[in-house]
């Protein structure tokens, strides 16, 4: 299976929603440090309902160390600066998927370091990014599709 990378996420309901979404499929989940919230959040726990004692989930106080902890594993990285469509990608269990904070995205260092800067595509150009919670939902499930 994939994991889900949250990197510096900002809005406590869209990583609770994120949250559920991964219980749903037994992903793991990694939170990259700072995070914008209290994992206390009286939103995050909403959004997530009552599911937060089950979900697969940990803390990382840095990307650097979680490579250093999965060297071998593929890291690919969401945002709209990529080209590579997520579609395009043949996903391998224990595939890193990895999302920016919703104010500002990836660090583009991470997005063009390796070929793994990977796009969901958008049709109008008035819309400058789709919602984080569903971003995820719709690679993780490409994923899973391929990966099933």
């Known amino acids: 299976m994939v994991s889900i990378v949250l990197y510096e996420p900002e809005i406590p309901p869209n990583t609770g929603n994120i949250a559920r979404i991964c219980l749903a499929t037994n992903t793991p989940l990694y939170l990259i440090e700072p995070l914008g919230f209290s994992l206390d959040d009286k939103h995050?726990?909403?959004a997530?309902?009552?599911?937060?004692?089950h979900v697969n989930y940990k803390l990382v106080k840095s990307i650097q160390e979680l490579h250093a902890n999965f060297p071998?594993?593929?890291f690919y990285y969401l945002s709209t600066?990529?080209?590579k469509l997520y579609t395009d990608v043949e996903f391998k269990n224990d595939d890193f998927l990895v999302f920016g904070p919703e104010s500002r995205g990836l660090p583009e260092d991470l997005i063009f370091s390796a070929d793994?800067?990977?796009t969901?595509?958008?049709?109008?150009e008035k819309v400058r990014s789709i919602n984080l919670a569903t971003s995820v939902g719709i690679v993780?499930?490409?994923?899973i599709r391929?990966?099933?």
């Open 120 to 124: 969901i595509p958008m049709f109008n």
């Open 72 to 74: 071998n594993n593929t």
């Open 140 to 143: 993780l499930y490409e994923a």
């Open 48 to 53: 997530g309902l009552d599911y937060w004692e």
């Open 116 to 118: 793994t800067g990977i």
């Open 81 to 83: 600066k990529a080209t």
């Open 44 to 46: 995050l726990k909403r």
């Open 146 to 148: 391929q990966l099933k």
